[in-house]
Nanobody, 120 residues
Framework: VQLVESGGGLVQPGGSLKLSCEASGFMFSSYDMGWFRQAPGKERESVAGITHSSGATYYADFVKGRFTISRDNGLDRVYLQLNNLRPEDTALYYC??????????????WGQGTQVTVAS
């Protein structure tokens, strides 16, 4: 199994980024997927989730209305659109297959993540 995240970068407060995660080694279209993040000195936390068919999504309260999760089962990719970014969104962002789109119980070893830094 491989999870390869990309799309992070340095952005000013209020800016936007679109993260991408390419998955391989498992039947991507059969799994709910989630995005997580880990800031320095903090535990990894769930940010958003999506069902295998894109029928439902979940967002942590601190990103509701600002982030949007989506997926393309034909490309084995899951995306996270980040809008109106805040300094507290600075973290390493990861994706993983999850047992339920609204929960954080993940299946596979973590990828390398993609760094999002929000600073003026």
């Amino acid at each position: 199994v491989q999870l390869v995240e990309s799309g992070g970068g340095l952005v000013q407060p209020g800016g936007s980024l679109k993260l991408s995660c390419e998955a391989s080694g498992f039947m991507f279209s059969s799994y709910d997927m989630g995005w997580f993040r880990q800031a320095p000195g903090k535990e990894r936390e769930s940010v958003a989730g999506i069902t295998h068919s894109s029928g439902a999504t979940y967002y942590a309260d601190f990103v509701k209305g600002r982030f949007t999760i989506s997926r393309d089962n034909g490309l084995d990719r899951v995306y996270l659109q980040l809008n109106n970014l805040r300094p507290e969104d600075t973290a390493l962002y990861y994706c993983n297959a999850v047992a339920d789109y609204s929960r954080s119980n993940y299946y596979y070893p973590w990828g390398q993540g993609t760094q999002v830094t929000v600073a003026s």
